[in-house]
Nanobody, 124 residues
Framework: QVQLVESGGGLVQPGGSLRLSCAAS????????MGWYRQGPGKERDLVAT???????TYADSVKGRFTISRDNAKNTVYLQMSSLKPEDTAVYFC??????????????????WGQGTLVTVSS
């Protein structure tokens, strides 16, 4: 049974830093991409950052230069280092892990698994 466990959220002052972690367990399939999304009050869920299997990151314009996504393949974990936090960063942050599932045909399909979310509040 695949499960994503998120940690690291909390209350921080503007300009502060937080590090989010998301660990995947219970899967026999390989991991492809990993990413972080966030949803603020009354807003849609938006992409924050992704990192592919080769370690190449992609960021939303709003977090470029402030957030860093990384992964530890040995631990099946993705991290989001958040610095220079702003009140507008306040949201529930969700991690997403994409697993590659090999098929008997020789092709592959992909399974997306979401974490339950961790709340980040940036306020003075």
């Amino acid at each position: 049974q695949v499960q994503l466990v998120e940690s690291g959220g909390g209350l921080v002052q503007p300009g502060g830093s937080l590090r989010l972690s998301c660990a995947a367990s219970g899967s026999i399939f390989s991991i492809n991409a990993m990413g972080w999304y966030r949803q603020g009050p009354g807003k849609e869920r938006d992409l924050v950052a992704t990192i592919n299997s080769g370690g190449i990151p992609t960021y939303a314009d709003s977090v470029k230069g402030r957030f860093t996504i990384s992964r530890d393949n040995a631990k099946n974990t993705v991290y989001l280092q958040m610095s220079s936090l702003k009140p507008e960063d306040t949201a529930v942050y969700f991690c997403k892990v994409t697993f590659r599932v090999p098929l008997v045909t020789g092709d592959s399909t992909f399974l997306e698994v979401w974490g339950q979310g961790t709340l980040v509040t940036v306020s003075s």
